[in-house]
């Protein structure tokens, strides 16, 4: 990094400027030296004719007119944004204009060049010397045109050999248009010097853009093979992701992608922007994403989720939309990345304020990134043309983040190794150890579950009759009411009292009583085994069943089954034998809610009271109505 700050010009003089510089689209340049200030900076008011491209065989005529009428000129560098307010154009950043400036005294001894770093419309660049004005333009960046569709948008750097002949005065034209720009005009340095300075400028500039683009891609490849050896460790794969992204934007940012190629593509501007769009987007989220594989548990993993979709979102977007629509919604975008970026320095302050490992290395690593994001971006909205200081704070960043991953994974090895080597037999002595722990936990678990499905067993069967009792009953009741209430099932309740039961108790005793509902239940586990059916004691002689997905009729069946089963049931003892009857009371109705699960009990009772009330041992059915009372808890003569 240090070889390369000076390699890049960074500490080097700037392109000097001429004492009184450009004034109302002019220069003189009879006392400027080249061996000693080898490159001079065009920058000043240049004189501007808006919506026209002038021709250069009447230029003379058109520059008189303009300048008698009203002259108008524009900062070089700058947008046309700014001169919105003084209506010259008729959309934002949209429209075709004609840049002049005379060039007086200029060395024609010493070759001399344009160096044009950025600009943000189409243009083709004439120069020629007084009294001697071409239709061919020396140079053309991308297809200047009042449409998009026959325009071709071109972004890179560029270098132009001036044909300087003994002329006093030379004029330097340049016609632009744009129509796929967000903004336009000439929005970048333009230095006219020595070519052979020059080359060398750009020759440099090439070779530190690609050698920080390389460091940034091989930081990349080394994250990648981080992740590869400890797969469930993700941070090395975010900062991968972080490395790449970065890679594709300062690729597509610096110009060096138009600069390699060796011609001029109409695709190469759609790609520029959509690597600065998809590099902007995963180097954001992807640095959120490192700092919270590194600090989990800080930010919800619902809104990483999301965080991440979203951004897969964008780069579909990125991929299928014109840039143009791109660059108009980009403070949108901005707008986002820089909350990806915020939430990301939040992670990091909360895992300083905790003090947890790691998190006072990482907040060095990321202090100079926050100084020269703010910097960089303020210089390339200004459009002064400043060398980048993002690319050597992300290398640092990136050198600092790497290390402490790279420890982290020695570590681990270095312990597994130390492991393997010293503590062989220790090992296997205590795994021997867990694993007969283990069958005893095992053996206890077993035992343990068995007494737990017992006593729940226990807790929901009836201890007489061996049915389910009345709670687990009701339990069952409202989860099967629901069910049926959403796919729209009938379901019936069947309540069975046994006939003169206190008389039973009576006359033949408890014992005989017990018997009597022993057979009633016996019989009820023979009639209802279907999957879903359920019988339960409900409290002294009384009985329930639930019947899900059966009709009325189906539900009358099965009850006179029931009920002629148990008339034909004979209890014996000590050479006695007895016998008993039952009442069946039905109710069946398509749960909804205009019904509650008690509405189907109540009416069931009810149903039972009328069986009881017609002559006992018989089936009755009321149907569920909306005004149907509930008569459970009335007291029954058994």
């Not at 005379?102 to 024609?108: D, H, L, Q, V």
């Not at 083709?124 to 991308?142: C, D, H, K, W, Y």
């Not at 190629?261 to 959509?274: D, H, S, V």
């Not at 143009?324 to 901005?334: D, E, G, K, N």
Request: net charge positive; charged share 15%.
């Amino acid at each position: 990094m240090i070889t390369l700050l000076p390699l890049s010009g960074f500490y080097n003089h700037a392109a000097a400027n001429i004492t009184g510089g450009i004034q109302a689209g002019q220069i003189d340049l009879t006392d400027w030296d080249v061996r000693q200030q080898p490159s001079i900076d065009l920058s000043g008011k240049w004189k501007f004719f808006p919506n026209p491209l002038i021709d250069p065989q009447k230029m003379q005529a058109s520059i008189s007119e303009a300048s008698a009428s009203n002259p108008t000129y524009l900062q070089v560098p700058s947008s046309w944004n700014r001169t919105i307010e003084q209506k010259l154009f008729p959309s934002l950043g949209n429209g075709v204009g004609s840049y002049w400036l005379s060039i007086k005294g200029a060395n024609t001894t010493i070759p001399l060049s344009l160096a044009i770093n950025r600009r943000c419309s189409n243009a083709s660049i004439f120069f020629f010397p007084e009294g001697s004005p071409t239709t061919t333009p020396l140079a053309t960046l991308g297809q200047v045109s009042n449409t998009s569709g026959s325009s071709a948008s071109y972004t890179g750097s560029k270098l132009i050999s001036l044909p300087m002949t003994a002329a006093g005065i030379h004029h330097l034209l340049i016609h632009v248009s744009n129509v796929d720009f967000r903004s336009g005009d000439l929005c970048g340095e333009i230095t006219l010097g020595s070519t052979d300075h020059l080359n060398q400028q750009s020759t440099r500039n090439v070779a530190t853009q690609s050698i920080l683009i390389a460091m940034i891609f091989m930081a990349a490849i080394y994250s990648l093979a981080l992740f590869t050896q400890h797969p469930k460790n993700r941070s090395p794969m975010w900062l991968m992701l972080t490395c790449f992204g970065a890679a594709a934007f300062f690729l597509a940012v610096s110009g060096l992608l138009e600069q390699l190629m060796t011609g001029t593509y109409p695709w190469a501007y759609e790609l520029r922007i959509k690597l600065i769009f998809m590099g902007l987007s995963w180097s954001s989220v992807s640095l959120l994403m490192f700092y919270s594989s590194n600090f989990p548990g800080i930010i919800p993993s619902n809104w990483l989720k999301f965080t991440i979709n979203t951004s897969l979102l964008c780069t579909v977007f990125f991929l299928i939309t014109p840039a143009s629509l791109m660059t108009a919604l980009v403070h949108y975008f901005v707008l986002y990345w820089v909350l990806q970026f915020m939430m990301g320095l939040w992670i990091l302050g909360q895992a300083l304020r905790d003090r947890k490992p790691c998190a006072k290395p990482m907040f060095i690593a990321i202090i100079p990134l926050l100084f020269s994001i703010p910097f960089d971006s303020y210089n390339y909205i200004a459009l002064n043309g400043m060398h980048l200081l993002s690319p050597y704070c992300l290398i640092f960043f990136i050198f600092i983040e790497s290390q402490i991953i790279g420890r982290k994974v020695f570590k681990a090895f270095n312990l597994a190794d130390k492991l393997s080597r010293n503590f062989k037999e220790e090992v296997a002595l205590q795994t021997h150890e867990l694993n007969q722990q283990n069958k005893k936990l095992e053996h206890a678990k077993k035992s343990l579950q068995s007494v737990n499905d017992t006593l729940k067993k226990l807790s929901i069967t009836d201890g007489l009759t061996q049915v389910y009792n009345r709670m687990h009953f009701e339990q069952e009741f409202h989860k099967e009411w629901r069910r049926c209430a959403r796919q729209r099932t009938p379901i019936s309740i069947l309540m069975i009292d046994a006939d003169h039961f206190k008389r039973l108790n009576d006359s033949a005793g408890h014992l005989i009583g017990d018997q009597a509902l022993l057979g009633i239940g016996r019989e009820l586990h023979n009639h209802f085994k279907r999957a879903g059916e359920l019988v339960a004691r409900y409290g002294g002689e009384e009985f329930v069943v639930m019947l899900p997905e059966t009709d009325q009729r189906k539900s009358l069946e099965v009850a006179e089954s029931l009920r002629q089963a148990i008339e034909n049931l004979v209890i014996s003892y000590r050479d006695k034998h007895y016998s008993i009857t039952v009442s069946v009371g039905i109710s069946t109705t398509i749960p909804s809610m205009s019904y509650s699960p008690d509405h189907l009990l109540g009416a069931a009772d009810a149903a039972l009271y009328d069986a009881k009330n017609n002559g006992r041992n018989r089936v009755s059915i009321i149907p569920l109505l909306p005004s149907q009372p509930i008569h459970r808890g009335m007291k029954k003569n058994s």
